[in-house]
């Protein structure tokens, strides 16, 4: 939505028969229009629940025990915990539904805007740097060689 409340009420208004949309709708025209907060708050409501709504639609999560008689049996795990989904259409949405919940660990690349994910890259792995711009060397290459050109034209 990247804090731009016109965006926000432009795209529930286009979208106001999706059913999560539509109800949002009627709040967003009759609160204040000089709050861009209600109108950042209301298009991130709608986001939410029209996520979850097809999540909870084709995604599931299941409970997966260990059977090995080594390891005492627990399910307390992050292994433990595994998702399932119906189609391919389950799999984006459960992605976005992740993205969504983990929004302070993740940012997007300076250069070609994609998200990267500051997150461990798995459990024992160190935390990735916060301060992450680009999300490989590629890009931060590449932006570098945009700067220079960039200049070069302006003298």
């Known amino acids: 939505m990247n804090d731009e409340d016109r965006t926000v009420r432009k795209l529930l208004a286009e979208h106001g028969d999706i ?31 029209a996520t979850q709504e097809i999540v909870h639609k084709y995604c599931r999560q299941h409970i997966m025990l260990s059977m090995d008689p080594d390891t005492r049996p627990s399910i307390s795990c992050k292994k433990c915990i595994s998702w399932t989904f119906d189609n391919l259409l389950g799999a984006m949405y459960l992605q976005m539904y992740w993205l969504m919940a983990s929004s302070d660990s993740v940012a997007r690349c300076e250069h070609c805007g994609r998200i990267i ?12 740097r916060s301060d992450k711009r680009f999300c490989n060397d590629a890009c931060r290459q590449a932006n570098h060689r945009s700067k220079k050109k960039r200049q070069v034209s302006r003298s």
């Open 117 to 128: 994910s500051l997150s461990r890259p798995h459990p024992e792995g160190r935390k990735r």
């Open 19 to 49: 059913k999560p949309c539509k109800s949002w709708l009627s709040f967003l025209e009759l609160g204040p229009a000089e709050h861009q907060n209600f109108a950042l708050a209301l298009g991130l409501k709608c986001t939410v629940e």
